[in-house]
């Protein structure tokens, strides 16, 4: 059974700093990509950062220069290191996990909340 445990959300002002955690734990099947998205209120889950197994990143344009994602592939956990953070980085941030011929996994969601 594939199980992700997502942590590090909260309440920061603006120019801020967050640092999600996502361990995955997924049997005998291999990471391909993790992942990190976000939904704000009213509007559609939207990729904030992936990185897969080699390392090749992704961001979105909005996220750039600020947000570092990084994984640990002995542990299947990745991490995104949010610095500069804006109001409108408000949002639930999910995980996600693409396996080898097992398909995708999401986590239960993290609240992250910037004040102005």
């Known amino acids: 059974q594939v199980q992700l445990v997502e942590s590090g959300g909260g309440l920061v002002q603006a120019g801020g700093s967050l640092r999600l955690s996502c361990a995955a734990s997924?049997?005998?099947?291999?990471?391909?990509?993790m992942g990190w998205y976000r939904q704000a209120p009213g509007k559609q889950r939207e990729l904030v950062a992936a990185?897969?197994?080699?390392?090749?990143?992704n961001y979105a344009d909005s996220v750039k220069g600020r947000f570092t994602i990084s994984r640990d592939n002995a542990k299947n956990t990745v991490y995104l290191q949010m610095n500069s953070l804006k109001p409108e980085d408000t949002a639930v941030y999910y995980c996600?996990?693409?396996?080898?011929?097992?398909?995708?996994?999401w986590g239960q969601g993290t609240q992250v909340t910037v004040s102005s």
């Open positions: 996600n996990v693409e396996l080898q011929w097992a398909g995708g996994y």
């Open positions: 997924v049997g005998i099947f291999r990471v391909k990509s």
């Open positions: 990185i897969t197994s080699g390392g090749n990143t």
